[in-house]
């Protein structure tokens, strides 16, 4: 064997003891890299056919006590069980906030508008777009989350060349009460307003599909382009275990919570059934997943890549 291949005992040894010597020479003469903390995309983009479709991270925040929100018609040890099992805290829990954008190609479409402008135009900056090349804007319903970003903090408009589409009887339903939010948010907005029923159309591929309970004219929207659907269920189920799991589980912000209860499970079958992807504007982010049926419920499946591709 060849001389230069030989190592000694010694010399192995040796060369062991000087290695922390190194690291520490190392350490020395570059700083750590820093601590960065949690961080989280503020967008993801997907294709529905033609269609280019962009959830938008518009706010997160956590929430004590989450049976105060859901599962309120079940006790403590059920609710206890169910979330020990899905590996979830019962002391708090994590909402999401989001708005779409679906671009037809010949019209740019936002669907709910956040919880205030700064925080929906800054994720869609992000996205690649600006607020005024915003065609149409569509209000799901009209809970503050959902309202929030219709202005800036100066009053005025978020996007200022859209015209706005939401539903008749919900409309007309926050219109009869006397609510602070929507006078300052939704009716200054009223004569550039479009007003839909079931069935009804945002755009070609945009349909409107009525589904009251959450709030009395609460209305979901089906996006399809070359035969790729996608749909859009806003409020319909808040949580992605404790409504999908649990359907007839009640719901805090439900105002009708039986038609709620009933329409929840409507529609999961429906997406369970057709195998159609959704967007829940409170789903873990960035929000897109399909269903499964399980037991007497459902389950949350991720979306991966299937509409990616």
Do not use: C
């Amino acid at each position: 064997m060849s001389n230069s291949l030989k190592f000694s005992r010694r010399a192995a040894l040796a060369g062991a003891a000087a290695l922390p010597l190194a690291a520490a020479t190392a350490s020395a003469t570059r700083a750590a890299a820093p601590m960065l903390g949690q961080t989280i995309t503020p967008f993801q983009r997907v294709t529905v056919g033609g269609f280019d479709v962009t959830t938008l991270l518009a706010g997160s925040a956590t929430r004590e006590e989450p049976q105060s929100i859901f599962g309120m018609n079940v006790d403590k040890e059920t609710f206890d069980t169910v979330s020990a099992e899905a590996n979830l805290p019962t002391d708090k829990t994590q909402f999401f906030f989001t708005p779409t954008v679906v671009n037809t190609g010949a019209e740019l479409v936002l669907f709910d508008t956040g919880l205030n402008g700064e925080g929906t135009t800054a994720a869609l900056a992000a996205a690649g777009y600006t607020p005024d090349q915003v065609d149409v804007v569509v209000i799901t319903h009209m809970h503050g989350d959902h309202i929030g970003g219709m202005t800036l903090e100066d009053g005025s408009a978020t996007f200022p060349n859209a015209r706005y589409v939401t539903g008749r009887a919900e409309y007309d339903a926050w219109a009869a009460q006397d609510n602070e939010r929507f006078k300052t948010k939704v009716a200054p907005f009223a004569e550039k307003m479009t007003f839909l029923e079931d069935g009804g159309s945002v755009a070609s591929g945009l349909t409107a599909m009525a589904a009251f309970g959450h709030t009395p004219g609460h209305m979901n929207y089906m996006v399809e382009s070359d035969g790729t659907q996608l749909y859009l269920g806003a409020d319909f189920a808040n949580h992605y275990v404790w409504s999908l799991g649990y359907p007839d589980w009640e719901v805090k912000f439900d105002m009708d919570k039986a038609a709620a209860a009933a329409t929840r499970r409507r529609i999961l079958d429906m997406l369970s059934a057709d195998k159609v992807a959704f967007v829940g504007y409170h789903m873990p982010w960035p929000g897109i997943g399909y269903v499964d049926t399980r037991g007497d419920g459902f389950a949350y499946v991720p979306h991966s890549y299937q509409l990616m591709l």
